[in-house]
């Protein structure tokens, strides 16, 4: 039976249709709020699990500053990077709930880490109460450009004649990626060293650099940019369909390998007990953004796939999330 990490019902848009999907919920917006209709009144901060300039920071900063203007207070943007987002996410976790603070998360990373039991994890994945999901970006596998590594064949048969001797850079210990890494690995028999890394910009860094690593597995968004400026080549995408953004690319389904279907799905939450009419405002301001045509040009331009839920929508893909990650855990004992 297929095993994919992201929700089932869900993997579709990892083929980067490139369309904003979902509804929106019934909430007017401010006009709804029955605390009021002056919320927000102030800055809202978001906190970012990850360093700056990776495709997560990027897409959220694009989505603040749009935020902005429909709310018409500032969005304070503070990245909180570390152990794989666990800081970041913590650092959610405990703010107050009084619709001040909000963050962005990235399935299935930010449930994989409590659900694990062993990543010293100091939150649970019910103290985030879900605004709207923004993206699903795609994960893909990308070598050196004079890599003698030029298919997923290759890179298969090659951790085979070398096992452990081909180390591949992942966003975090239990990501999308790492679970990319070990999809493949079951499927294939092969086995590849992982080496983890807070977030795509270190990951990406350590790649470039030459000397740490053979294999850089990251999104769509991360690779995008490095193939068009030559600094290496995506030898395959971990979706179901292939691409628009990356027509010539192979998924790793024709190569075989149809388990291997992973990504990143990133939306925002507020901490638990924030209340739901504080929710609806933002989910509601985010799905105005997510309908402007130039704003999804925008994200497209970036690499990234717009895909809007409002808050139900979301928690419930949250759910399944949930659901499916439980039954990928096994996987982990291989690492």
Not at 17 to 29: H, P
Not at 204 to 218: D, Q
Not at 241 to 266: I, Q, W
């Amino acid at each position: 039976m297929k095993r994919n990490i992201i929700a089932v019902g869900a993997v579709a848009a990892l083929a980067l249709s490139g369309c904003a999907g979902g509804g929106k919920s019934g909430s007017t917006g401010a006009g709804s709020n029955s605390e009021g209709s002056d919320y927000p009144s102030e800055a809202i901060t978001m906190l970012i699990a990850f360093d700056a300039g990776g495709s997560t920071d990027v897409g959220a900063r694009l989505l603040a500053t749009a935020l902005e203007d429909e709310l018409g207070v500032p969005i304070t943007i503070e990245n909180r990077p570390g152990a794989g987002g666990q800081i970041g996410y913590t650092a959610i976790a405990n703010a107050e709930p009084d619709g001040q603070t909000m963050g962005v998360t990235t399935l299935p990373g930010v449930v994989v880490a409590p659900l694990a039991g062993d990543t010293g994890a100091e939150y649970a994945v019910e103290d985030f109460e879900q605004i709207a999901l923004q993206v699903i970006d795609a994960g893909g596998m990308m070598v050196a450009p004079d890599s003698p590594i030029n298919s997923v064949e290759d890179l298969v048969a090659a951790a085979k004649e070398n096992p452990g001797g081909v180390r591949a850079a992942t966003t975090g210990i239990v990501t999308g990626d790492h679970f990319g890494m070990l999809l493949l690995e079951e499927a294939a028999g092969s086995d590849l060293q992982a080496v983890h890394f807070s977030g795509s910009a270190p990951a990406t860094t350590a790649f470039l650099g030459g000397n740490n690593v053979e294999v850089l597995i990251a999104n769509v968004s991360d690779l995008t940019t490095l193939a068009e400026n030559g600094s290496g080549k995506i030898i395959g995408l971990m979706s179901e369909e292939p691409s628009p953004l990356l027509p010539d690319v192979p998924t790793f389904a024709e190569a075989g390998y149809d388990e291997v279907v992973t990504g990143s799905a990133r939306g925002y939450v507020f901490p638990a007990g924030t209340s739901e009419d504080k929710v609806e405002r933002i989910s509601t301001a985010i799905g105005n953004i997510m309908e402007d045509p130039e704003f999804q040009q925008e994200m497209k331009d970036l690499g990234l796939a717009p895909e809007y839920k409002n808050a139900d929508e979301y928690s419930q893909f949250w759910d399944e999330t949930v659901e499916t990650t439980r039954e990928l855990l096994p996987l982990l004992e291989r690492d």
